[in-house]
């Protein structure tokens, strides 16, 4: 069965940086738009940065200027680069992607979430 794999999350001090990945675990799928959500203790999940298939992008405003979404479709891997970390971004990070497999049937995923801790 086809997942999403994350990796990148960790503890890191204020003003800090961290980069998350995600990738399909197969190479059969690729991946068409994907959305990075992060969701904090008590609050609801919700949509940090999202980029499509021909690489527009939007985000939170919670983290414009400060996160940037982007997607290697050699790799078939969308990252986050998140700088100037803030201890409000602290949560449990999950990717989320539309992917088509074998160019004949589309369907979503969601990963299985990364922590990402921010001290200050």
């Known amino acids: 069965q086809v997942q999403l794999v994350e990796s990148g999350g960790g503890l890191v001090q204020a003003g800090g940086s961290l980069r998350l990945s995600c990738a399909p675990s197969e190479r059969r799928v690729s991946i068409r738009r994907m959305g990075w959500y992060r969701q904090a203790p008590g609050k609801e999940r919700e949509l940090v940065a999202a980029?499509?298939?021909?690489?527009?992008?939007n985000y939170a405003d919670s983290v414009k200027g400060r996160f940037t979404i982007s997607r290697d479709n050699a790799k078939n891997t969308v990252y986050l680069q998140m700088n100037s970390l803030k201890p409000e971004d602290t949560a449990v990070y999950y990717c989320?992607?539309?992917?088509?497999?074998?160019?004949?049937?589309?369907?979503?995923?969601w990963g299985q979430g990364t922590q990402v801790t921010v001290s200050s």
């Open positions: 989320n992607a539309d992917v088509t497999e074998m160019m004949l049937r589309s369907y979503n995923l």
């Open positions: 980029i499509t298939s021909s690489g527009s992008t």
